[in-house]
Each structure stands twice: as C-alpha cells, then as structure tokens.
C-alpha cells in the first residue's frame, strides 16, 4: 500500500515537471533553436531524477523526447517530422537523457546509502554512549529500549528472563503492548536464539517482531518491537536494512548487559574477597588481643588459687592488679569492636548538645591521667572559643583514643599538646606528639579498620585491634567533620580534627 501511494506520487511529480518544461518551451520555441529547447528538457529529466525512482525516470526520459517531437519540432502538435535530421536529434536526447536518468538515480542512491550508513553509525554510537554508563541489567535494557523507540519510530519493550524463564512480567515498560498469548513465541525465541514474529517465516501472525538478545555465552532477553500504525512506519522498519540494525541494536544491547553482569560479578568478587580479608585481619588481631590478657588473667588467677595462701601481700597485689588490667584491657578490645559495628551500621544515635570544648578535653585527660603518668601534656585552647554542638561522650572517646594512640607509639616521657582554634567558619582542634611520626603514604591508611602501622623506634610489641583511629574518623564523621594525620615540623605527627560551627535555633 505504502509502495503503491509513492509511485503514484512520484508519477504525478514527473508528469507535473514534463509538463512544466513542455509549457516553458512552447512559450519559448519561436525565439529558441530546437536544440537549445531540448536543454529544458533534459533540465526536467535531473529534476525528475534527483526526486524519483530510476523507473520513473526513464519513463521520463522517453515522454521528454516525445514531449519534445510533438510542441518543438515542426510540424507541431504531430509526431511527423519535416526534416530527418532530427531523429538523430531525438536519439541523442534520448541517450543524454537516459544517461543523466541513470547516473543521477545512481548518485542519489548512494548519497542514501551513505547516509543511512552514517545513521547507522550514530545510532550504534549513541546505544553505546547510552549503555557504558549503565551499571545495572535493568536500567540498561530501559536505555536502548528507549533509544529503540527514538531511532525507529517504532514501539519497543524488551522481556527479561526470571528464574530461567522469559517473564513478561519483568519488562522494561509499565504497559505490555503484546497480548499475554505471545509470550510463548518470545520464549521460543529465547530458547533457539532466532527472531520471530510479524513479517518473518516463524510465527508470521504475531502483532510484533521478537529478537534474541543474545551475547557471547547465552541469550539474556527479547526485545520485541511493533510497527507505530499511527506513523505508518511499518514499511520501513521491516525492511531488511532496518531489520539487521535492528539485530544489531539487539546484539549490542545483549553485550552491555553481559558487560554489566560481569563486572557485578566482579565487584560481587572483590566484596567477598574483602570480606575475607577483613575477616582474616579481624579473627587474627581478636585472637592475639584476647589470648593474650585471658592468659595473664588465667595464669594470675591459677597462681593465687593454689598459692595465695603462700605468696607475700606484695605479690598478691601485683598479681590482683594484672588481672585488673587485664580485664580492663579485654573490655575496650571488646567495647570498640561493638562501637565500630554500630558506628558502621548506622546504630548510634548521636545525642548532640552544645558544650564548651575545654570540658570535654578536661574529662579526658582526667580518664588518662594514669596512662599519661610521667608525660608533660600542654594544652592551648584559644579565649573565647565557640562551643561544639557535639555528642560529647563521643567526642571524650575520640580524644581517649588518640591520646592512647600516642602512648602506645611514641617514647615514655615525650611531651603532649592540645591546642583548639576557631578558622573559617570551624572548630580546629589538633593533637600533637614528638614521635616517630606517621610514616609517609600511611596517612590515610592508619584510619583504616584493623591497620596497625609501624611504631617506629618504639618497641614493636605494640598491641591493639587496630580499630582506634578508624572509630576516631567514624565518629567525626558522623559530625560531619574530618580527621588528619599530618607531619610535625621538627619530627612528630599532627591529629587535625575540624569540626564546623552550627548556631543556636
């Protein structure tokens, strides 16, 4: 129907551009030679070329010689022909108009294909543009189903399997544009891997037609696509051209979500690989951590029950006050395990209040003043200093925590500083040490969880879970501040907490 409604449209064109040039010659033929005329002709015969098929045109070709024989060539309005020489005349306009026909029909048809080449070109560079940044199944089957639409003119809906069935159930458009009695026919397809449907020899009743989107190892959908009655783009979206482009869109599609599955099996990879790793680092610092006070508690313990009765009072307390801080140790291994999990898992709920920074620092050192026992600690908190809208018990675990960082990795007897400052719109407040410092390039690795770095001149027998400075960093971030670890000029290191100012409601 379609073919037929452009023949006729290119015939009425051709006839309408013939009788154009016959009226211009008519008007013409006593002031012009007859083979000028016959230029005009030839002029309609580019025209008619440029616009029609190659039938029409050399059906114009003949009605422009005969056009011309009949109003240019006495005797007029007669195919007679007072002088001979003319039927050269009319055989040389013929080839000239047979071969301007030919090649102009020629060059407009591979103008055509080139430019449906370069279409091609950009749609597939378009699909591809569209579907690397996809980084699910789902949201990339939606994105070429929707360029599908744009590039064809046409309704499209892709089908993805479930449970290892084609589910027209999981589609990528809320309306279902097929009848459920389909459904058969696009899990044939998905099962062998071939299209079917409308305008194809399998299933050719089919309101639509199915493609297999198929990848290197397996098919991963269907995408069905139907002629838009309302465009009237049947006709062109299954013609052969647009079919393989359209298997092609259906080729390309099936890869990206191969790609996408890929790399979440990947990540799925690499997750559970740290997962691993994270549960190796942690069963191995627990069990050092805990083996080693539960044996000097046990072995203290043991010692008192068989030879309390013989030990002198001085060995008693000696022994007394190991399994105290033993246990005591065994109760903060114990206590930042579950605080990490909390602060991970979102289970801590920040009770936030505003308190001046120089108590919460002063509660702090009063909880490590046996620790710090033998150091000089300096503080030098600005006058006037704003006070933090903070969770405060938080915070005093923030700086126990560094505060016994400190004393676990720098030398007996070196000096400690706390200064605090108000700068740009924040609340700086610095840690400072003369240790060994931060080992350059474990900056940022020492906030990570179960990281123990390098304690320098220190004695090596350092021990912790390595979980300190990443409640530190959890904690502060959960303020919405940030934690540094920076270099001290003369050796040392440098904790920055920044905290940012909030006014009074």
């Known amino acids: 129907m379609a073919a037929s409604r452009t023949l006729t449209r290119e015939t009425i064109l051709a006839v309408a551009i013939v009788a154009t040039a016959t009226v211009a010659t008519v008007l013409l033929r006593d002031t012009l030679a007859p083979t000028n005329l016959a230029m005009i002709y030839l002029g309609g015969v580019v025209a008619v070329a440029m616009r029609c098929s190659r039938r029409i045109s050399v059906i114009s070709s003949f009605l422009s010689v005969a056009a011309f024989d009949f109003f240019c060539v006495p005797p007029y309005l007669t195919f007679a022909v007072s002088d001979y020489q003319y039927v050269l005349t009319f055989a040389g306009m013929l080839i000239v108009a047979l071969v301007i026909s030919t090649q102009t029909v020629r060059l407009r048809e591979h103008a055509a294909h080139a430019a449906a080449a370069q279409a091609r070109t950009e749609a597939l560079y378009r699909l591809s543009s569209r579907l690397a940044g996809e980084t699910r199944v789902f949201e990339a089957a939606r994105a070429a189903t929707a360029l599908a639409e744009e590039v064809f003119g046409a309704r499209a809906v892709m089908f993805l399997p479930e449970d290892g069935r084609l589910s027209f159930r999981r589609r990528t458009s809320d309306v279902l544009p ?139 307390d000696e022994l007394l006050e190991s399994i105290s801080d033993e246990a005591d140790r065994l109760s903060r291994l114990v206590g930042n395990l579950l605080d990490m999990t909390r602060l991970e898992s979102g289970g801590v709920e920040l009770r936030r209040d505003f308190y001046p920074l120089e108590e919460i620092v002063g509660t702090a050192l009063q909880r490590m003043e046996s620790q710090l026992e033998g150091r000089t600690v300096i503080t030098e908190l600005a006058e006037n200093l704003p006070m933090v809208f903070v969770d405060d018990v938080l915070l005093g675990q923030v700086l126990w925590n560094l505060l016994e960082n400190i004393v676990k990795y720098t030398p007996s007897g070196t000096p400690i500083e706390l200064a605090a400052f108000e700068k740009d719109g924040a609340v700086i407040l610095e840690v400072r040490d003369r240790g060994p410092g931060v080992p350059a390039g474990e900056e940022e690795r020492i906030f990570e969880k179960f990281y123990r770095g390098q304690s320098g001149n220190v004695s090596d027998n350092v021990r912790g879970a390595g979980l300190g400075l990443p409640i530190c960093r959890a904690i502060i971030e959960a303020h919405r501040g940030t934690i540094q670890a920076l270099p001290r000029d003369g050796g040392g290191s440098i904790f920055l907490i920044r905290l940012p100012l909030e006014s009074r409601k």
């Open 178 to 316: 097929v009848p459920p009695s389909e459904e058969s026919i696009a899990q044939w397809v998905f099962d062998n891997g071939h299209k079917a449907g409308l305008r194809t020899g399998t299933f050719p009743d089919a309101t639509a037609l199915y493609l297999p989107l198929r990848g290197a190892r397996e098919t991963f959908g269907v995408l069905a696509v139907l002629p838009d009655v309302a465009l009237n783009v049947e006709g062109r979206i299954f013609a052969p051209e647009q079919q393989h482009l359209l298997e092609v869109f259906a080729g390309q599609t099936a890869l990206a979500i191969e790609r996408t599955m890929s790399q979440r099996a990947a990540e799925e990879t690499r997750f559970h690989m740290q997962t691993e790793q994270m549960r190796s680092s942690l069963l191995s610092a627990v069990s050092h951590d805990l083996r080693t006070p539960l044996a000097s508690i046990t072995g203290a313990a043991s010692t008192l029950r068989s030879q309390g009765g013989r030990l002198p009072p001085e060995t008693r």
